[in-house]
């Protein structure tokens, strides 16, 4: 039997073999416990280093399969009729490593039923009309181009009256709730929760499109961005941040890398974003990705003006003390 030697209480059995890194790695199975030292710059990387990677999900492309789902899967069967944009290099719920989106149909005369729950949810419309969303007991109207919030732990329903379908962006902080798991959903008694029609002009969780546009075409230069935010000037929540840019014909963005990850979506006009070099080349109806660290800028064609949608998860960063440009002095961040 091989000696023994008792060590701060424990008992170490030799079997006089020579000891290595790599024997001690091996033995450590079995512990609970895994070395820092092998896996130093995975955890600790020089730089940011986001899993997921830049996308395009083509309206063209994905809107018919979302029309087939709308005559094959009911309301009642879904509950939520939605394609979720998933990043190729993972699982929903990511579409970047912070974000989620989806696109969501209602197909006529129908109720997507009333619910609430943890997340915190912002709706861009898309394309239809007699679209609305009821929440918490307030009834309001969808236009296309529309942003419509739907605050956490709220009851909210979607209905659609009149012909044809209502389709919109769905951006919620899902991946958030990987890590903190204390996400959950609540169903109310009946399909729709109680609700009164109201002008959604004056409700402070809607933003109409015609107020942004204005705001933007009313701004100079060739590129303007206008951000979401609520009446006292403060992002529209804790996690998810919005905006909306103005291009004009041939104009381009400045560049842009930080830490923040952003979903695009193309409300007006054609173009293309340079991404560490890629072209992605867009058209109205696009949805794009750019996650944390890539850096983009935005080109708009020649003939037409671009009007883009944004998400991101700037206010949660920043609470958080995470956000930082390239430009940014990591002294600056020392407090």
């Given amino acids: 039997m091989a000696p023994a030697e008792k060590v701060n209480g424990h008992t170490n059995v030799f079997d006089n073999q020579p000891d290595s890194a790599d024997r001690l790695i091996r033995e450590l199975d079995g512990t609970n416990t895994l070395p820092l030292w092998a896996q130093m710059r995975k955890l600790n990387p020089p730089l940011p280093n986001p899993k997921c990677i830049p996308h395009i999900w083509r309206y063209d492309e994905v809107r018919p399969y979302l029309i087939r789902a709308g005559n094959l899967i009911t309301e009642k069967q879904a509950e939520r009729r939605v394609l979720m944009l998933v990043n190729p290099t993972r699982d929903a719920p990511y579409t970047t490593d ?68 209502m389709i919109w962006l769905d951006a919620l902080d899902l991946p958030l709730f990987q890590f903190f798991p204390v996400h959950f959903v609540e169903h109310y008694k009946e399909s729709r929760y109680p609700a009164e029609n109201i002008d959604s002009s004056q409700s402070p969780i809607v933003f109409p499109w015609v107020g942004m546009k204005a705001r933007l075409d009313s701004s100079t230069g060739e590129w303007t961005e206008e951000k979401y935010t609520k009446a006292d000037g403060s992002d529209v929540s804790k996690t998810l941040g919005g905006s909306a840019e103005r291009l004009s014909p041939g104009a381009s963005s400045p560049y842009r890398r930080e830490t923040a990850s952003f979903v695009y979506h193309v409300i007006e006009g054609n173009g293309y974003t340079d991404i560490d070099g890629k072209r992605i080349n867009w058209k109205i109806g696009d949805t794009f990705c750019i996650p944390s660290w890539h850096k983009f800028q935005h080109v708009a064609e020649e003939v037409k003006t671009v009007y883009l949608y944004r998400f991101d998860d700037m206010p949660m960063l920043k609470s958080l003390g995470f956000y930082r440009t390239e430009e940014m002095d990591v002294e600056t961040l020392v407090s």
Avoid: C
């Fill in 98 to 165: 912070t974000l989620y989106s989806g696109l969501q149909l209602v197909m006529p005369n129908e109720t997507a039923s009333a619910h609430r729950h943890t997340a915190f949810a912002m709706r861009f419309i898309i394309e239809g009309s007699g679209g609305f969303t009821a929440i918490h007991g307030k009834r309001i109207n969808m236009e296309r181009g529309d942003v419509i919030l739907t605050p956490t732990w709220n009851w909210h329903d979607h209905g659609k009256d009149g012909s044809g379908p």
